[in-house]
């Protein structure tokens, strides 16, 4: 997953760019799969069903163009290494 510069190959950089068109929810929920919670953890998180966050899951995987939640998770890994704390006013995940 990473190159020899110790950053996240370029393997995931086209799905690193398709995350800026995830809606609010969607990075949301992106991130807590980053985070490895599970579809009802995540639904208990965000205070919604579990019905909703797999159809949340689904837009990811099409957007992304990738195949499993797993690969989501690396490459919420890979996101979180390489932008997050860069980008100026991005909200946090919140449980509200």
């Known amino acids: 997953m990473y190159g020899d510069d110790g950053l996240p190959s370029a393997r995931w950089e086209y799905q690193l760019t398709q995350v800026e068109s995830l809606s609010e929810r ?4 992106f991130s807590l799969l980053g985070a ?8 208990s ?3 919604v069903t579990e019905r909703t966050v797999k159809a949340h899951v689904a837009n990811i995987l ?7 939640r797993l690969q989501v998770g690396l490459v919420a890994q890979a996101h979180l290494l ?12 919140t449980d509200n």
């Open 45 to 47: 998180r965000l205070r």
């Open 26 to 29: 969607e990075r949301q929920v």
């Open 82 to 93: 390489m932008y997050e704390g860069t980008v100026p006013n991005r909200p946090a995940v």
């Open 62 to 68: 099409a957007k992304l163009k990738v195949e499993s």
């Open 36 to 43: 490895g919670l599970s579809n009802r953890a995540i639904a």
